[in-house]
């Protein structure tokens, strides 16, 4: 794809989602996350970082499907047998 279109394209997509900016906030909340829960930084900066979008549930494999994070987060197996069943 051409940059200018590239651009176009991303410009849709930003008008469809929140973001949300790591800041330290969000790193401490990481290093809380990694000594309760026993997961790595980077997993534990995206769980920081949905807690503080006030998100009810996250999508991953690579987590413990099921589990929920500070008694609002799920962590949810998208390609779990169950889904859509």
Known sequence: MAPA???TELE???RLVRLNNIGL???RSAWALAERYGYRHYDCLIIASALAADCTALY???M???QVIAGRLTLINPFRASIGQ
């Open 12 to 14: 849709t997509i930003l």
């Open 5 to 7: 279109q590239v651009a």
């Open 25 to 27: 906030e969000q790193v």
């Open 60 to 62: 991953t494999e690579d």
């Open 64 to 66: 413990q499907d099921g």
